[in-house]
C-alpha cells in the first residue's frame, strides 16, 4: 500500500533515450556484469523507477547506475535521497530482492518452518543488497539482540546496538563490537545457534548506515566498514551452519558495502569468504576467480598474512577442479607470503590465521586432490600447533584428519582422532563439523569388524541430531 503518491523519474527515463525498456535492462545487466555485480534488472523493473514507485535503488543498483553514468548523483539520475526514503514513513512498495540466482533466496536446508520470515509489506522499498529476504521486519527502533546459548551465562552472550537517527562514536563502537563479540562466540562454541540470532544486529548496523547522519567521515568510513564486517561475521555463521545460501547472500552485501565505500580491505575479506563459500559449494571456478579479486583487493594494504590467505583460497578452489600444478604454485606462494611474518596492515579478523590454519587449508587441498597420506601429515600438523582457545578449530581440524586418516587407510588412528572431535562436540555447534565427522564415519563403516572403529561407529550413531 502506498504512502505517498508516486512521482515519476522524468530524468531517469530522459537518460534511456530512444531504446526500449527492455533494451534498457539489457543495458543495465551489462554494465552490472563490467564492474561484478548481478542484477536482475528488466522491462518492469525499468518502468517502475520511471513511473516513481522505485523512489532510491538499493547499493547493487546504485553502482550499476553510478558506473552507467559517470558524475551523476542518485538526485541527478531523478531518485530521492536515500536518507529520505528509509523508514516506516517513506514506504512506497515492496518488492523481491533484485539479485538473481541461488543468492535471492534462503537455502531450503537452513530454513526453520518454526521462525517467522519477512512478509512484503513488511519491508522497505528496494531494500539493501540481498539483506531483506533473512532480516527480521520493523524500522531502526531496533536496537538489540540476545544471544540465548543454552547454559552460557546472559551477560556473556548478549550484544547491544543503540539505534539512533545521529551516528556518533558509541554507535559506531557498538557495531565493532558486536562483530568481535560474534567472532568470540563461534571460535568458543561454533555456529548453530548463532546465527538467526545474528542477524538481528546486522540489521540494526544496516539501519544505522542507511538513516544515521554522521558529523565526520572517519565516523562513516567505519560505520561502512563496521556493519560490512557483521555481514561477513553472520555470512559465516550461515556457511558454519549449512545455510550456504544465506552465507552467498551476506557476502555479496558486504561486498557491496565495500565497494560503495571504497574500502579495499572489506571488499578483499569479503572476497576471501566468498572464495571458501564456493569452494565448499562445489563451485572450484568461482572460488578461484573470487580468490583472484580478493588478492588483486588487497595488493595495497601491506599485508602479507591476508595474501596467503587468499592464495590458499585460491588454491583450494585449484585443487576443486584438479589443478595440481595450479594449486601447488598457489600453496606456495601462501608459503613465502606467510614466512614474511606478521605486519601492522594485518586486519583484525585475521587472528584465527596462524600456522595450524595454514597447515589445515594446505591439508584440504591435498584432500581435495585425492592424496590422503599427504593431506593427513598436514592434519596433523595442524592439530599439534592449533591453540587451545579456539574451541571450535580444536574439531574442525580432527575432523579434517579423522575423513583423511580414514581414507588412507589407517582406520585405527581415524578412529581414534573420531573419539577426539565427538567428545569437543559436547562444547561446539557446527552443522559442518558434523558433517565432515559423519564423512569419516561413512568410510570406515567397511571397516567396522574393527574393535576400534567399532566403538566409534556405534559413539556416532548415538549421537543426538541437531
Do not use: K
Not at 500500500?1 to 535492462?25: C, D, H, I, K, Y
Not at 518488492?95 to 512478509?119: L, N, Q
Not at 601429515?377 to 578449530?393: C, K, W
Not at 565427522?437 to 566409534?456: M, Q
Amino acid at each position: 500500500m502506498a504512502s505517498t503518491a508516486a512521482v515519476p523519474n522524468l530524468a531517469f527515463r530522459q537518460l534511456r533515450g530512444p531504446r526500449s525498456a527492455g533494451e534498457f535492462a539489457a543495458a543495465v545487466r551489462r554494465a552490472a556484469r563490467e564492474i561484478g555485480e548481478q542484477v536482475a534488472c528488466d522491462a518492469r523493473y525499468i518502468g517502475r523507477v520511471e513511473s516513481g514507485e522505485i523512489r532510491c535503488p538499493n547499493y547493487a543498483y546504485e553502482r550499476v547506475f553510478r558506473h552507467m553514468f559517470p558524475g551523476l548523483s542518485l538526485t541527478d539520475l531523478g531518485f530521492s535521497a536515500r536518507e529520505t526514503v528509509r523508514g516506516r514513513g517513506a514506504r512506497v512498495v515492496s518488492e523481491p530482492p533484485p539479485v538473481a540466482g541461488p543468492a535471492s533466496r534462503p537455502s531450503g536446508r537452513g530454513h526453520d518452518p518454526g521462525v517467522s520470515h519477512d512478509h512484503p509489506h513488511d519491508i522497505p522499498e528496494e531494500s539493501d543488497v540481498l539483506r531483506r529476504v533473512f532480516m527480521t521486519s520493523g524500522t531502526a527502533t531496533m536496537a538489540a539482540a540476545s544471544l540465548g546459548l543454552g547454559g552460557a551465562p546472559a551477560s556473556a552472550a548478549r550484544v547491544s546496538l543503540p539505534v539512533q537517527r545521529r551516528v556518533g562514536e558509541a554507535e559506531v563502537s557498538a557495531v565493532e563490537e558486536a562483530v568481535r563479540q560474534f567472532r568470540l562466540l563461534d571460535d568458543r562454541r561454533g555456529a548453530d545457534g548463532l546465527y538467526r540470532q545474528a542477524t538481528r544486529p546486522l540489521r540494526a548496523a544496516y539501519e544505522l548506515l542507511d538513516a544515521g547522519a554522521t558529523a565526520r567521515r572517519t565516523t562513516s568510513d567505519r560505520l561502512h566498514a563496521g556493519a560490512g564486517e557483521l555481514a561477513i561475521s553472520v555470512g559465516w555463521l550461515a556457511h558454519d551452519s549449512g545455510r550456504l545460501d544465506d552465507a552467498r547472500s551476506h557476502y555479496a552485501e558486504a561486498l557491496a558495502t565495500a565497494r560503495l565505500a571504497g574500502d579495499a580491505g572489506l571488499e578483499a575479506h569479503a572476497f576471501c569468504n566468498t572464495s571458501f563459500l564456493a569452494r565448499d559449494a562445489g563451485r572450484p571456478r568461482e572460488a578461484v576467480r573470487a580468490a583472484e579479486a580478493g588478492l588483486r583487493a588487497a595488493r595495497s594494504l601491506g599485508s602479507h598474512r591476508l595474501m596467503a590467505l587468499l592464495a590458499l583460497r585460491e588454491a583450494g578452489g585449484r585443487a576443486g577442479l584438479g589443478d595440481r600444478t595450479g594449486c601447488d604454485r598457489a600453496i606456495g606462494r601462501a608459503r613465502a607470503a606467510f614466512e614474511r611474518g606478521p605486519a601492522a596492515g594485518d586486519p583484525e579478523w585475521m587472528s584465527f590465521f596462524r600456522e595450524a590454519e595454514l597447515e589445515l587449508l594446505e591439508a584440504q587441498c591435498w584432500s581435495a586432490l585425492g592424496d590422503w597420506s599427504r593431506a593427513a601429515r598436514h592434519g596433523r600438523r595442524a592439530t599439534a600447533l592449533q591453540d587451545v582457545h579456539f574451541t571450535r578449530n580444536l574439531a574442525l581440524y580432527r575432523a579434517q584428519l579423522a575423513g583423511d586418516l580414514a581414507r588412507a587407510g589407517r582406520v585405527d588412528e581415524a578412529a581414534a582422532t573420531g573419539h577426539q572431535v565427538l567428545d569437543l562436540l559436547t562444547r561446539v555447534r557446527s552443522s559442518r563439523i558434523r558433517g565432515m565427522v559423519a564423512g569419516a564415519a561413512r568410510v570406515l563403516e567397511p571397516r567396522a569388524g574393527a574393535a576400534d572403529v567399532s566403538a566409534f561407529l556405534i559413539r556416532h550413531g548415538a549421537q543426538p541430531a541437531e
